[in-house]
């Protein structure tokens, strides 16, 4: 694919991220796929799987809740695997249920293990040990984050730019309440990414777009964006789709194209402004 000159730097050999999409351990849980793609982007699906490994089974999650929307983004991950292949883009994912433990909130926050999510009780995590917390956060939340993080400098120091997105999706009905927005884009005080997305979803007049909805980086659902954006200066923006819209192959196809023009068409503007960032840094 075409990048703007200059940024097109490969990985040293030695530092490409393993990919572990075809690894066939099922203990495997930090899963990276394309880890040595040069493109600009890299993607995050935080929400991805509503996979119980092994050594979770004993906790007794209900197969009943590991269906519902509680237990992953539907969806998600075929549009955010689709993009990696579009944009040439590494993508990380936990191949593990949020119900286990959330990639993508805070150590301290109440929702990184739920006992109750929209009103449905998830019993497997009531009376849970500090012990027990300690090690899902040492075997899953923390080796996710170290792997985004590795990736993230390895392509500063090999001179490639990058700009972080996380593809989630939301229930079209939560809490008895219908939500109108097909798409929404979450953001903080750097809009850089999320304008050009908003700007370009909105072009057509047939989606209502949320503007920091069906979320906001409030409900502390932009951690792991900002957590690394924020660390390395990177654009960002967190992508929630509305999983109606992408419940079978044909719908993440047409989201999968739709953002990858409106992504690419912006980049050139984007990592302009990095750049220029990265030297000021420098003569400092
Ligand atoms: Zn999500």
Redesign the pocket.
């Given at each position: 694919m075409a990048l703007p000159s200059g940024l097109a730097t490969s990985f040293p050999a030695e530092s490409v991220p393993a990919d572990t999409a075809a690894a066939s351990d099922p203990d495997t849980l930090i899963m990276v796929e394309n880890g040595a793609g040069a493109g600009p982007f890299v993607l995050l699906c935080?929400?991805a799987s509503n996979r119980v490994a092994d050594a979770y089974q004993p906790f007794g999650f209900a197969a009943d809740r590991l269906g519902l929307h509680i237990a992953w983004?539907p969806g998600?991950l075929g549009v955010a695997r689709l993009l990696s292949g579009r944009l040439d883009a590494p993508l990380f994912w936990p191949d593990i249920s949020?119900l286990v433990i959330d990639c993508?909130r805070p150590l301290d926050a109440a929702s990184l293990i739920v006992v109750e999510s929209e009103g449905r009780a998830v019993p497997a995590n009531v009376g849970l040990s500090g012990t027990e917390r300690a090690r899902r956060i040492e075997r899953v939340h923390a080796p996710y984050h170290d792997a985004i993080d590795a990736c993230l400098t390895q392509r500063h120091a090999s001179g490639l730019a990058t700009i972080l997105i996380a593809i989630?999706?939301?229930t079209p009905v939560y809490l008895g309440k219908a939500r109108p927005w097909h798409v929404g884009i979450v953001f903080d005080e750097d809009a850089r990414m999320a304008n050009a997305l908003i700007k370009g979803l909105a072009a057509d007049p047939g989606f209502m777009v949320g503007v920091n909805e069906p979320y906001s980086p409030a409900d502390l659902?932009y951690y792991s964006v900002s957590r690394h954006a924020r660390t390395h200066r990177l654009p960002a923006a967190m992508i929630?789709i509305r999983n109606n819209e992408i419940g079978d192959e044909a719908g993440q196809k047409i989201w999968a194209d739709r953002l990858a023009e409106i992504l690419l068409a912006a980049t050139p503007g984007l990592l302009g402004a990095q750049q220029a960032v990265v030297r000021s840094l420098q003569v400092e």
């Open positions: 935080d929400h983004d998600a949020r993508n989630h999706s939301f659902v929630e």
